[in-house]
Nanobody
């Protein structure tokens, strides 16, 4: 089972960009479908984007479509989330998660993601005006 460590969070002005990274340990990263989630203060955790292990197909939440891009580099065991045109409402703790028995599309239609195998500890993104 992989272990996940997020990085790249920080303070950014509205309209700016950040790139989050999720480094995975272990040699089976390429076999995991990966997702980025976020949880804002007082709100439930939500799926932001996901990428399948098999064909790198992707899913995006409507709130980030056209602004965020999820990608993975299996050679580097790393998942990325490029966030452009950041808005105040993007402020949240961002988590990456991994599972071998799902797809990006399944993640997208599932409301409860507690079944996912592995979770990182999160990285804070704060968007200021």
């Amino acid at each position: 089972q992989v272990q996940l460590v997020e990085s790249g969070g920080g303070l950014v002005q509205a309209g700016g960009s950040l790139r989050l990274s999720c480094a995975a340990s272990g040699r089976t990263f390429s076999s995991y479908t990966m997702g980025w989630f976020r949880q804002a203060p007082g709100k439930e955790r939500e799926l932001v984007a996901a990428i399948s292990w098999s064909d790198s197909s992707t899913y995006y939440a409507d709130s980030v479509k056209g602004r965020f891009t999820i990608s993975r580099d299996n050679a580097k065991n790393t998942l990325y989330l490029l966030m452009n045109s950041l808005k105040l409402e993007d402020t949240a703790v961002y988590f990456c998660a991994a599972d071998r028995d799902t797809t990006a599309q399944t993640m997208g239609v599932t409301e409860d993601h507690r079944y996912l195998e592995v979770w990182g500890q999160g990285t804070l993104v704060t968007v200021s005006s």
